[in-house]
Structure formats: structure tokens, C-alpha cells
């Protein structure tokens, strides 16, 4: 990974979510161009940061850095549903999942 690839995933998590970048700064507790500042290369978020802007976009970490997942916000919705399931729906999930695939 690189820093390129953390700027480009942050821009497109935040478009995802609909949200601006001044918006998104401000939300987080930073001056309006601390997003952009990021995304353009300036500065890069410390670890604590980076921790924040995950929870920001509903994602984890690990789905961040997943070049596989490209809608993870979506996973992770999905993912609290399929907590809750019973195994017959579970079961019923995944037979629904093969055929749709």
C-alpha cells in the first residue's frame, strides 16, 4: 500500500458516503481543509486519525485496506444484518448469494 493508495481510497469512501471533504473535515473535529490536505498529498493522517476516519466512513480498518472490497460500508451493513440471522436464514442468505452471483 501506499500513501497515494490511502488518499485515493479515503476520496473514494468519502464520495460513497456523500459527503464533502469541508463537511467531513468539520465532523471530525478539524479545520475545514484538513480532509483535502490529505487528499491532495500535504499530510497524511497519524494513526489516531486514521482510526477516526475509519469510524467516520463505516469501515474497519482491515476493509480499508482491502483493494477487494470496493463498497465496504456496504459489507459492513450487510455484515451486522447476518450477525443477527438465525441459521435458517443464514442458509437462505448464502443460497440467494450463489444464485445472484
Not at 22 to 41: A, C, D, P, V, W
Not at 74 to 94: A, G, H, I, S, T
Amino acid at each position: 500500500m501506499t500513501e497515494q493508495y490511502i488518499r485515493e481510497r479515503i476520496s473514494s469512501l468519502r464520495i460513497q458516503r456523500k459527503v464533502s471533504e469541508y463537511r467531513m473535515s468539520l465532523e471530525l473535529g478539524h479545520s475545514k481543509g484538513y480532509i483535502q490536505s490529505i487528499t491532495s498529498g500535504r499530510s497524511m493522517p497519524s494513526m489516531s486519525e486514521f482510526l477516526s476516519i475509519c469510524k467516520y466512513l463505516d469501515v474497519t480498518p482491515r476493509d480499508f485496506f482491502d483493494e477487494g472490497i470496493e463498497y465496504p460500508m456496504m459489507m459492513e451493513k450487510l455484515y451486522d444484518e447476518v450477525r443477527e440471522m438465525n441459521p435458517e436464514n443464514l442458509e437462505f442468505l448464502v443460497e440467494l448469494g450463489k444464485r445472484l452471483h
